[in-house]
Nanobody
Framework: VQLQASGGGLVQAGGSLRLSCQSPDRTFKMYTLGWFRRAPGKERELVAAITWSSRLTHYKESLKGRFAISRDNAENTVYLQMSDLKPEDTAVYYC????????????????WGQGTQVTVSS
């Protein structure tokens, strides 16, 4: 499935951003979607994920309460609402898809969009 992420930018600490990831493919609604990030000098990590029905979500433990993932299958879009942003949230954020039900397993995501840069200034 093709994915296109957008919504990144420069924001001050404490601010909010909403990332979007859209797909032109009608099969979008069948996939589990995830948001990943790669910070400078660090490995890519799974930030949040959501199943096709939105019934299940998964979050990196340390981000619970600040980040929220949602999707609109009618619009073929998945969102990542980020609030109370911190400088350590600075990273390139990617959306990815998997047909697997293993929502919290990073290795099963195999369709990737291009990244969108999020920079949080202190």
């Amino acid at each position: 499935v093709q994915l296109q992420a957008s919504g990144g930018g420069l924001v001050q600490a404490g601010g909010s951003l909403r990332l979007s990831c859209q797909s032109p493919d009608r099969t979008f609604k069948m996939y589990t979607l995830g948001w990943f990030r790669r910070a400078p000098g660090k490995e890519r990590e799974l930030v949040a994920a959501i199943t096709w029905s939105s019934r299940l979500t998964h979050y990196k433990e340390s981000l619970k309460g600040r980040f929220a993932i949602s999707r609109d299958n009618a619009e073929n879009t998945v969102y990542l609402q980020m609030s109370d942003l911190k400088p350590e949230d600075t990273a390139v954020y990617y959306c990815a898809a998997t047909a697997s039900g293993l929502i919290g397993v990073a290795a099963v995501y195999n369709d990737w969009g291009q990244g969108t840069q999020v920079t949080v200034s202190s």
